[in-house]
């Protein structure tokens, strides 16, 4: 009798150490199985980027047909503001004027004397300011009016006003940029004097343009991006080239192509740099591509340039 309670008591004490061992093994394995089920669920409702960056690049006219990339993500980049009536070319330079500088031009009486000692004569910068695209868009466009969007020192629309001139036209550039630079260019450019935290960008481009006496064919914008091209939507003021050089990451390029082409003249080009950069398909290139697909528009290249025709 005692040593069938004995077996039965060691029977017992077994099975309890098998019930314990089974509960330490199923919850790990419980944590496994909950972890796989969440990577799969969040793998297959993650949205695909195979559309965005399936691309070709390298190649003189890269083609941009084809199923359209998901919108959903873009929502609120889009614009979807109207543009006032078109104004004549020849009302441009004016209504800027006007509207901006409260009707007096920005270069009467420049310098002011409390920054005159702190600019340079000239001080000219640029990246692929002197494309052979420029020349060959300006050729092809003959372009009334010029928006160049992220300016720096006036490299670009000084070299554009020297080739129109040249050519013989009479053409009007604006300048968007708001002159800021970005943190750290000091770091590169220690020659552009700063006051009180207020950097000397506009006027040192402002006195760049009085060097080269292109003063009444160039006039700054000087405001971010974003605002000056809706002002410039509101006023109706169009471009028939629009060069778009200023944030080079995918958001900041996204945006400003997209306010651009809203205010680019039918016919007109719209073109930019830093096609081919290291950021490769996640800044510059990715939004023009994306851009182009889902408007049905061709990307050509120019050098490091890319162009894009309105339709």
């Known amino acids: 009798m005692k040593e069938g309670k004995q077996q039965h008591l060691h029977?017992?004490?077994?099975?309890?150490?098998?019930?314990?061992?089974?509960?330490?093994?199923?919850?790990?394995?419980?944590?496994?199985?909950?972890?796989?089920?969440?990577?799969?669920?969040?793998?297959?409702?993650?949205?695909?980027?195979?559309?965005?960056?399936?691309?070709?690049?390298?190649?003189?006219?890269?083609?941009?047909?084809?199923?359209?990339?998901?919108?959903?993500?873009?929502?609120?980049?889009?614009?979807?503001?109207?543009?006032?009536?078109?104004?004549?070319?020849?009302?441009?330079?004016?209504?800027i004027l006007d509207r901006v500088f409260n009707g007096t031009s920005p270069f009467d009486s420049f310098p002011p004397p409390q920054v005159a000692h702190l600019l340079r004569p000239k001080r000219i910068k640029g990246w692929g300011s002197t494309g052979a695209v420029f020349e060959n868009l300006i050729r092809r466009v003959k372009p009334r009016t010029i928006i160049e969007v992220g300016t720096f020192l006036g490299a670009s629309a000084i070299h554009m006003a020297e080739v129109a001139s040249r050519l013989g036209l009479k053409t009007q550039i604006l300048c968007v940029d708001d002159f800021r630079g970005w943190p750290g260019f000091r770091d590169r450019f220690k020659d552009i004097a700063m006051i009180n935290g207020d950097i000397m960008l506009l006027y040192q481009f402002m006195q760049n343009i009085i060097h080269v006496n292109a003063s009444d064919s160039v006039?700054?914008?000087?405001?971010?991006?974003a605002s000056s091209l809706d002002k410039l939507c509101d006023l109706g003021v169009l471009g028939d080239l629009i060069e778009v050089d200023a944030g080079h990451d995918f958001n900041s390029a996204w945006s400003d192509i997209n306010r651009a082409y809203r205010i680019l003249r039918p016919g007109g080009v719209l073109f930019g740099h830093d096609y081919f950069t290291s950021a490769d398909n996640k800044g510059v290139r990715r939004a023009v591509n994306l851009f182009a697909r889902l408007n049905n528009l061709r990307v050509q290249l120019d050098g490091q340039h890319w162009v894009l025709d309105s339709v």
Not at 16 to 29: F, G, H, N, S, Y
């Open 219 to 225: 006039l700054p914008v000087p405001f971010s991006t």
């Open 11 to 95: 029977l017992h004490q077994h099975q309890q150490r098998k019930i314990i061992a089974a509960k330490k093994l199923t919850r790990p394995v419980g944590y496994v199985l909950l972890l796989l089920l969440s990577y799969a669920l969040g793998y297959l409702s993650a949205p695909s980027s195979s559309s965005v960056q399936s691309l070709a690049t390298g190649t003189a006219s890269i083609p941009t047909t084809g199923a359209a990339a998901d919108e959903s993500d873009l929502g609120h980049f889009r614009v979807a503001r109207r543009c006032a009536a078109p104004i004549p070319s020849t009302l441009v330079r004016q209504t």
